[in-house]
């Protein structure tokens, strides 16, 4: 299983509210966000993890080309992009086909729920599982819509009636997802929601996993209920 990080954004807001390490290093318990996702990772069948950082912040660069220097399996690509999906394109190009897991460096989840997440994946058919929740503390939440039986029918940024879920930014797709990648950046699309919804409009079949609670660290404050979420 390959698994994907972007951590290539500049954590402006944790800046300007006095974090002075880059958002990837952050620490959430005691553990930086993305030593974390590494080791979360690696316990849930990681042959290769890639990682995008920007040329802004050559401390997460270095931390991470030190945990390459223990052997762990971990494929760096330093480079400033200007969205999270042009982030994702740059990745796509070293991690060829087969599964993959996706998903921004500062989401906080149950360990759990994670493990069963990755097994329902690769155990199911459909071309992509996105994690979802209804909890929503997001100053932009995408929604999602969906079907009884969860299948994915939209992305949408505004609220309407039937509509449960947010999306939890981590995406399991399939390789199948690429040819999409391809054309939103070919045609000047910028953003994860509208690759997303470009996926959805190739026809791909995509199924919402509910996860009790998802978090990102967008804020300081988010710190503390991260801290709290994770001991609850």
Known sequence: MKYAILAAGEGSRLAQEGIAKPKPLVTVGGEAMIDRLIRIFMSNEADAIYIITNNLTPLTAAHIEHLQSQGLPLHLVVKTTPSSMHSFYELRRLMGEGPFCLTTVDTIFREAEFADYIQSFLNGSDDGL??????????????????????????????????????????????????????????????????????????????????????????????????EFLKS
Do not use: W
């Open 130 to 227: 996105m994690a979802v929740t209804d909890y929503i503390d997001d100053e932009k939440p995408l929604y999602i819509s969906t079907t009884d039986d969860l299948l994915i029918t939209g992305f949408h940024d505004t609220l309407s009636s039937g509509i449960k879920y947010i999306s939890g930014g981590i995406y399991c797709l399939s390789h199948t997802s690429y040819p999409t990648l391809d054309r939103c950046i070919e045609s000047g699309m910028s953003r994860m929601r509208n690759f997303q919804r470009q996926l959805v409009a190739d026809g791909l079949r995509l199924r919402a996993y509910p996860f009790t609670k998802i978090l990102d660290v967008d804020h300081a404050s988010d710190i503390v209920k991260a801290e």
